[in-house]
C-alpha cells in the first residue's frame, strides 16, 4: 500500500500493487462474488491474479456465494427494499456479511485484534469461501 496507508480492502477489484509507493508486504482482503476464482484465481478478471500474486504479506481472498459485483455495495441491501432482483442472496445477508468481514479486516490489522472469522470456514457465514 502507499506510504501511510497500514491496510488495504479492495472492493471486488484489484490494483497494481506495484504502484508508486505500494507496499506488497501489507495486508490486504478481496471479497469477492461467488465464482470459479483459485487455482488460477480469476478467468473474468487476469489483473486480480497478477495483483494477488505480487502480495507477499497476510492476505486473503472471500468469496460469497448468492452474490454478484454490485452485492457488495449499498445497491443489495437497497435492491431488496425497492423489489429488484440483484443475486440470489437475501441483500441484508450480503450486507450482513460485508460488515461483519470489513470490520474483522480493520480490527485485525488497524487494532490489533484478531478476528477469527478471517482464518476459516465460519458456521455463522456459511457462504463464505475462503482462499489462501
Known sequence: MAAGILAGLLAT???PVTAAGADPTSPVA???PSGPYPVGMSRLHPSWDTAWQGLSGW???FTVTGTVHMSFSD???LAKRFGLPLAALDGDRTD????VYVAAFFDTHLRGAARPVLDGADPD????TRFP
Open 75 to 77: 445497491y443489495a441491501p
Open 30 to 32: 478481496l471479497p469477492a
Open 96 to 99: 450482513e456479511i460485508v460488515r
Open 125 to 128: 457465514y456459511p457462504e463464505v
Open 59 to 61: 492476505r486473503r481472498w
Open 13 to 15: 477489484v484489484a490494483v
